[in-house]
């Protein structure tokens, strides 16, 4: 059982991307899902959680008012709206699974994991 990530590549700062999140084995309707990044020689950090129903999201402070999480009520597919990207902002980034149907603040919140997905934004 996985969440996979796709939908990273390269980029000019000031450019946007859109990250998706997929299931792999079973689906994630009834899971809060959240997305995490990676940069290398650094710790996993947490960028942005959403409930299962999407009514409820949290974004790290790094991000908030350029990054949007979102899905469609109640089904797996996630997505990560990024904007006004900036070279700070490359990593691999991960889509994550709880168990529980609530948003996803942090690591300790995320069960299921996959593939990341490298987003290189240059200056």
């Known amino acids: 059982v996985q969440a996979a990530a796709s939908g990273g590549g390269m980029v000019q700062a000031g450019g946007s991307l859109r990250l998706s999140c997929a299931a792999s084995g079973r689906t994630f309707g009834t899971n809060g899902m959240g997305w995490f990044r990676q940069a290398p020689g650094k710790e996993r950090e947490f960028v942005a959680g959403i409930s299962w129903s999407g009514g409820n999201t949290i974004y790290a402070d790094s991000v908030r008012g350029r990054f949007t999480i979102s899905r469609d009520w109640a089904r797996t597919p996630v997505y990560l709206q990024m904007n006004s990207l900036k070279a700070e902002d490359t990593a691999v980034y991960y889509c994550?699974?709880?168990?529980?149907?609530?948003?996803?603040?942090?690591?300790?919140?995320?069960?299921?994991w996959g593939k990341g997905t490298q987003v290189t934004v240059s200056s």
């Open positions: 994550a699974a709880s168990k529980s149907p609530a948003v996803v603040t942090g690591a300790d919140g995320a069960d299921y």
